[in-house]
C-alpha cells in the first residue's frame, strides 16, 4: 500500500482513507457510467409514469440510491442495474400511495407488477353469484331488505336506520339478523323462498 498524508499521519483512520477513495470511486463511475443513461433513463420513465410533473424527482430519486449503492459497492453491469433500481423506484412509489388511480401508472407490463385480473371463468362465477344475490334480495320482505341494505350498503348505524324506517331499534337488530339468515339460506340452502311475512 502506497502512503499518503493521510494514512502516515499519527492516529490517521485507514478506514476514512478507504472510504474517501470509495466515494472519489463511486463518483468517478457515476459521472462516467450512470449519467451517460439520462436519456433511456427519462424515455423509461416518461412511458412508465403517467404524472409527467413527477419525472424529473423521479430521476433525481433513482441517481440517489444508485449513488448510495456504489458507496457501497460499484456495480456492474451498470445499465441493468440503473434500470431495475427506476423500477423498484415506481413500484415503492405506486405501493405507498395505498390507493393508485388507473392514472397514476401507463404501463404496468413495463414496471413488472404483477396484476390481479380475475380470469374469465372467475368473472362468470362472479356475475353469476351477483344475480344470486339480487334474487335473494328481491325475495326478501320489504322491512328486511330495506334494513339491510341500509347497514350495509349506506352503512348507516342501527338508530339512524330505526330514525329513518319509524321504528326502534331492536325491530332493526331483528331485521337485519332475519334478513342475513335468509340470505345465507338462500344463496347457501336448498330453500327457494325466502322469508315470508316478518
Not at 414496471?111 to 344475490?133: H, K, M, N, Y
Request: charged share 30%.
Amino acid at each position: 500500500m502506497v502512503e499518503t498524508s493521510d494514512t502516515r499521519r499519527p492516529g490517521a483512520d485507514p478506514l476514512l482513507s478507504s472510504a474517501a477513495m470509495n466515494a472519489s470511486d463511486a463518483e468517478a463511475w457515476f459521472i462516467r457510467e450512470v449519467l451517460p443513461l439520462e436519456a433511456a433513463l427519462m424515455q423509461f420513465l416518461r412511458r412508465s409514469w403517467r404524472n409527467q410533473n413527477d419525472i424529473d424527482d423521479l430521476c433525481q430519486d433513482i441517481y440517489a440510491r444508485v449513488f448510495e449503492a456504489a458507496n457501497e459497492r460499484i456495480p456492474q453491469p451498470t445499465k441493468p442495474f440503473v434500470f431495475a433500481t427506476a423500477r423498484n423506484l415506481l413500484i415503492d412509489r405506486a405501493r405507498r400511495d395505498r390507493i393508485v388511480s388507473f392514472e397514476a401508472v401507463a404501463d404496468l407490463d413495463a414496471l413488472g407488477v404483477a396484476i390481479d385480473e380475475p380470469g374469465p371463468d372467475r368473472t362468470i362465477i362472479a356475475r353469476d353469484d351477483l344475480r344470486r344475490l339480487q334474487g335473494a334480495l328481491d325475495r326478501l320482505p320489504k322491512p328486511y331488505r330495506d334494513a339491510l341494505l341500509l347497514k350495509k350498503v349506506e352503512g348507516l348505524s342501527r338508530k339512524e336506520i330505526a330514525q329513518r324506517l319509524g321504528v326502534d331499534e331492536d325491530t332493526v337488530k331483528h331485521n337485519i339478523a332475519n334478513a342475513m339468515y335468509a340470505l345465507a339460506d338462500f344463496i347457501y340452502g336448498d330453500r327457494a323462498d325466502i322469508g315470508g311475512t316478518p
